[in-house]
């Protein structure tokens, strides 16, 4: 016996028994629900066209996983199953430009709530005529944006919103890291020591000043897994500012 | 270098990192100071690169680790050079290690090590912690739990498996890399999108009429 879907049950894997396309049928009596049902469809060489209205596409109770939307800004919305529902996926294409006059198509994806009115609330990938920028916004969660924007109002220009970390290692192929820290008075030579060696080397860009004065110092070893700095005189408190680059 | 004693060790709570002092004596026999810093997490991360439980190697390793050649770049993800770099800060630290065969010197807690420590400006909160072991006040600062250790294991396995089949690969030579290059630039772009698709027969845009669902529901709402 075929269903709705013109499946045999045996082929189911899990969807719509014959119980459920019972029931599935009084409810649309129910609803006075009379719009056309197709099953397993192939269009051959054809366009589908669907005037005026969305393409749905769900779970075997109606659950909405995805759905291009009609209207004048193309828009598909991915809404992914698990247990937090409050955010979906967008992915549509506007007008970037801010001046009607001028046009800049652009195609954005992006996370956003789910809950009208809609709020960007996550990562954001905005690839338009003009630039593109790799963001953060979390506009209902709170806290500031962060975002990479290339060709940012002039050609080539690259602009990054944002902070870095202050020591920070996740693992050991990072390509960066950075911070600052105070050396205490009376040593010669300070050590600072990775998480973990790094894949490859690290290559220090270090600064060390202290306060109302001048300093020698220099770079005494650097590795994959450390650097020391080197100081002219041992005593008094040094700024030690540094950026790392792995190489 | 002549010999690098652990004076003191001591974690740092505006900072949140360890800080271990040494004295070095230095082949002509001048004495420097230097402190070492590093995260908490340095001890699991450490033991997990260089697969080892041994926290006490995982700690001389540390210590001792800016004071020799430093390991080849390409050397961690191979099982043997790493266990041959651990052989070498192993015997680091033994040439390294005073003569009295105690990583602290002589004179440890002894009021002439306070005083040399103070003489050239190391503040009271070192000075102070010479009293500690540095070894169980590193413990006591790090964390080291198997399950965490476990974990980093496998990230870096995952990682170091990759980059050794990836140093296994040949590479294409130059010129078959240049030929490539040259040809992509030849082709056109519309030959690029069709290429794959050159065998099956692809209507032409517009030239059969749409089939449009939906039409008969949305004139019956009408």
Redesign the interface.
């Known amino acids: 016996m075929g269903n709705r879907y013109l499946v045999l049950p045996e082929n189911l894997e899990g969807k719509a028994d014959i119980v459920s396309y019972v029931a599935d049928l009084y409810k649309r009596a129910g609803d006075s629900d009379s719009a056309l049902r197709i099953g397993h469809t192939a269009i051959e060489d054809g366009n589908l066209t669907v005037r005026n209205g969305d393409i749905i596409v769900s779970e075997s109770d109606d659950t909405v996983v995805l759905r291009i939307l009609h209207g004048d800004i193309p828009e598909i919305r991915f809404f992914p199953l698990g247990s937090v529902t409050t955010h979906r996926a967008s992915l549509f294409a506007v007008d970037f430009a801010p001046d009607p006059e001028d046009t800049d198509q652009s195609v954005v994806l992006t996370i956003e709530t789910d809950v009208f009115p809609t709020v960007q609330d996550g990562g954001k990938l905005l690839l338009s005529e003009t630039s593109a920028i790799l963001s953060h916004q979390p506009d209902a969660s709170g806290g500031e944006e962060s975002y990479l924007w290339l060709n940012y109002g002039f050609n080539e220009i690259a602009n990054y919103r944002g902070r870095w970390s202050d020591q920070l290692q996740a693992d050991a192929h990072q390509g960066l890291y950075m911070g600052a820290f105070n050396a205490t008075a009376g040593f010669s030579t300070w050590t600072h020591t990775y998480f973990t060696p790094f894949s490859t080397t690290m290559v220090p860009l270090a600064n060390v000043g202290v306060s109302g004065g001048t300093l020698t110092w220099g770079l005494d070893s650097y590795s994959a897994s450390q650097f020391t700095l080197r100081f002219g005189v041992s005593g008094g408190t040094k700024m030690v500012t540094f950026w790392n680059f792995r190489i | 270098m002549r010999s690098v004693a652990i004076l003191c060790a001591r974690f740092d709570e505006v ?1 949140r ?1 360890v800080e271990v ?1 040494k004295e ?1 004596v230095n082949d002509d026999g001048s004495v ?8 908490p ?2 001890l699991e ?2 033991a ?2 260089f697969d080892t439980d041994d926290v006490d190697e995982v700690i001389d390793g ?1 210590l001792i ?2 004071f020799v050649p ?2 080849a ?2 050397a ?2 191979h099982r043997a050079q790493r266990d041959a770099y651990r052989q070498t800060l192993r015997e680091a630290k033994v040439a390294l290690t005073p003569a009295n065969g105690n990583e602290k010197p002589v004179e440890v807690n002894s009021a002439a090590l306070k005083a040399r ?1 103070r003489a ?4 009271d909160v ?1 000075v102070d912690a010479v009293d500690n072991d540095p070894y169980e006040v590193i413990k006591a600062a790090c964390p080291f739990d198997p399950e965490v250790l476990q974990v980093r294991r496998e ?2 396995t995952a ?1 170091r498996a990759k ?1 050794v089949e990836r140093s296994n690969t040949p590479s294409k030579p130059a010129g078959s890399r240049a030929d490539e290059a040259r040809r992509r630039l030849n082709t056109k772009p519309s030959e690029v999108a069709t290429a794959g698709r050159a065998a099956t027969t692809q ?1 032409k845009r517009g030239e ?11 004139r ?1 709402a009408s």
């Open positions: 900072s990192r002092a070095i420097e100071y230097n402190c070492q810093t590093f995260h997490d340095t991360w450490w997990a690169g540390i680790d800016p430093p390991i770049v390409d961690l993800p420590m050239v400006g190391i503040g070192y990230q870096l990682s980059a209507p059969l009429p749409p089939i449009v669902l939906g039409e008969s529901r949305r019956g």
